[in-house]
């Protein structure tokens, strides 16, 4: 895909959702990074639903280390893996804490050594909560990336580092929402909605044109 087709797709994106965010709800950077921590192998309605009444009580480091682990897990208890989320929260926080005055650092290197942050999650925060021009490469941004060929990569680090290269600066910011939007409602996994899809003529999918007769079929009855 050339210059000018990524250029074309991404105008339109935006043309569409001029101020795109993660589907998380979150307050304050500490929120938005123990949702995301929460979000592994969870959908985010599932991590709003459980953060809702956690943050209601306890929405600060400090706060969350007087719940404890224990009565944590209570609050997350319908969330995958949250056994061992919890523990991580516990730690993070605990680190945060000692190591931070209980802010959320800005910086790559200091959010990677927070217990059960990993540079997907480090991405998601200094691109929503600190504003950095930075791509978190989840399965549905590596499913758009390849498929639509804006950024054809065979592991998901090989997709970031294509997209922060090859995509205009001017989008950079906002790349990461759009591209997870659209992968969640329109380019989704095993059935693309290719005749609802706003970049069809721009996209390199090899069968594209089924998916539209598809739709196209499924519309008219």
């Given at each position: 895909?050339?210059r000018d087709k990524r250029?074309?797709?991404f ?12 589907e998380l709800?979150y307050?304050?950077?500490f929120?938005l990074l123990v949702?995301?921590i929460?979000?592994?192998?969870a959908t985010?309605r599932?991590?709003?639903?459980a953060?809702?009444?956690?943050f ?5 480091p ?7 682990e224990a ?10 893996l ?11 926080c605990q ?5 931070h ?5 800005a910086?790559?290197k ?14 998601v925060v200094l ?7 930075t791509m978190?490469v989840d399965?549905?941004?590596f499913?758009?990336?390849?498929r639509?060929g804006?950024?054809r990569?065979?592991?998901v ?10 995509l205009p600066r001017e989008?950079l910011k906002d790349a ?6 659209h992968?969640r409602?329109?380019c989704?996994?095993r ?7 706003p ?10 044109t089924?998916y539209?007769?598809e739709?196209?079929d499924?519309?008219?009855?």
């Amino acid at each position: 895909m050339n210059r000018d087709k990524r250029q074309a797709i991404f105008e339109r994106l935006r043309a569409a959702n001029p101020q795109p965010t993660t589907e998380l709800e979150y307050r304050t950077p500490f929120e938005l990074l123990v949702a995301v921590i929460l979000s592994a192998q969870a959908t985010d309605r599932s991590v709003n639903k459980a953060t809702r009444p956690l943050f209601a009580v306890a929405n600060m480091p400090e706060a969350i280390l007087a719940l404890g682990e224990a009565r944590l897990r209570q609050y997350i208890r319908t969330i995958g893996l949250f056994n061992s989320k919890a523990k991580n929260i516990i730690a993070t926080c605990q680190a945060l804490v000692d190591e931070h005055d209980g802010q959320v650092p800005a910086q790559r290197k200091a959010l990677e050594a927070l217990p059960g942050v990993g540079r997907k999650t480090a991405n998601v925060v200094l691109n929503t909560a600190f504003d950095q021009p930075t791509m978190a490469v989840d399965t549905h941004i590596f499913r758009v990336a390849n498929r639509t060929g804006i950024a054809r990569g065979k592991t998901v680090r090989a997709v970031e580092e294509r997209l922060l290269r090859l995509l205009p600066r001017e989008f950079l910011k906002d790349a990461h929402h759009w591209l997870i939007l659209h992968g969640r409602y329109v380019c989704v996994a095993r059935k693309p909605r290719c005749g609802a899809c706003p970049i069809y003529d721009l996209c390199e999918f090899k069968d594209k044109t089924r998916y539209a007769d598809e739709d196209a079929d499924t519309a008219g009855g």
